[in-house]
C-alpha cells in the first residue's frame, strides 16, 4: 500500500530564517506530487506540483520554492521566511487509474513564523 | 475559471442528528468529484469518490449524490457522531491529463452533545 510521509510535523521559525520541509512518498513509482498551504480557516492553496524528478510547476509567485531530487521525494524550501508564510502544509501524490484522478495527503506540517 | 463553491461555510448540530452540505461547481469538462474529511490539524482522507456516470455513492453514514447535469453535488451524513466535527472539501478534477484539481473551501461542521 501506498503512504506519503512528512517531516516535521511542528515547526516554529523567526522570520528570515530558512525552511525546508519534506515529503516522501513510498509504495508506488513516478507519482504526482504536491504542495499545499492552507491558513487558518481556509481552503487550500496549491503551491507547487511536479510530474517528474526536476520538474517543478510553480502556481503562485512568493519565496517559496521547491524541489524533487528523486522520484519519490518533494522538498519545500524557502531562503527566508515571511510573517505571512505561517501556516498548515500538506503534501499530496496523485493516483491515476481507471479514468479517475485521486489524490492522497501526508499528516501535514504546522509552520509558525515568529 | 473552474470554480468549487460549497455551503454553508459553516454548521453546528446536534448529536445524532443529519446533515447535508452542498457543492456546485464550474469545472468543465469534468472527471469526478470527491468529498475529504479533514480532522483539524490533520490532512485530509477521501471519504468518496465519482464520476460523471454515478449518482451516489455510500461510505457508511456518508453518502454522497452527483447531478452532472447541474454540476451539483451533496454529501448526507446520517446520525451523527461528535467524530464527524472536522471540515469537509469538495474536489473536482477535469479529464485528459489535467493534473491540477480544484477544491472548494470547505464546509466546517461541529456536532454538538
Not at chain 1, 71 to 99: N, P, V
Amino acid at each position: 500500500s501506498q503512504t506519503i510521509h512528512q517531516w516535521p510535523a511542528t515547526l516554529v521559525q523567526p522570520v528570515g530564517s530558512p525552511l525546508s520541509l519534506e515529503c516522501t512518498v513510498e509504495g508506488t513509482s513516478n507519482p504526482n506530487l504536491y504542495w499545499y498551504r492552507q491558513a487558518a480557516g481556509r481552503g487550500l492553496q496549491l503551491l507547487f506540483y511536479s510530474v517528474g524528478i526536476g520538474q517543478i510547476s510553480s502556481e503562485v509567485p512568493q519565496n517559496l520554492s521547491a524541489s524533487r531530487p528523486q522520484d519519490r521525494q518533494f522538498i519545500l524550501s524557502s531562503k527566508k521566511l515571511l510573517l505571512s508564510d505561517s501556516g498548515f502544509y500538506l503534501c499530496a501524490w496523485m493516483r491515476y487509474g481507471q479514468g479517475i484522478y485521486e489524490q492522497y495527503f501526508g499528516p501535514g506540517t504546522r509552520l509558525t513564523v515568529t | 475559471k473552474n470554480q468549487v463553491e460549497q455551503s454553508p461555510q459553516s454548521l453546528i448540530i446536534l448529536e445524532g442528528k443529519n446533515c447535508t452540505l452542498q457543492c456546485n461547481y464550474t469545472v468543465s469538462p469534468f472527471s469526478n468529484l470527491r468529498w475529504y474529511k479533514q480532522d483539524t490539524g490533520r490532512g485530509p482522507v477521501s471519504l468518496t469518490i465519482m464520476t460523471f456516470s454515478e449518482n451516489t455513492k455510500s461510505n457508511g453514514r456518508y453518502t454522497a449524490t452527483l447531478d452532472a447535469d447541474t454540476k451539483q453535488s451533496s454529501l448526507h451524513i446520517t446520525a451523527s457522531q461528535l467524530s464527524d466535527s472536522a471540515s469537509y472539501i469538495c474536489v473536482v478534477s477535469a479529464p485528459g491529463g489535467s493534473y491540477i484539481p480544484t477544491f472548494g473551501r470547505g464546509t466546517s461542521l461541529i456536532v454538538h452533545p
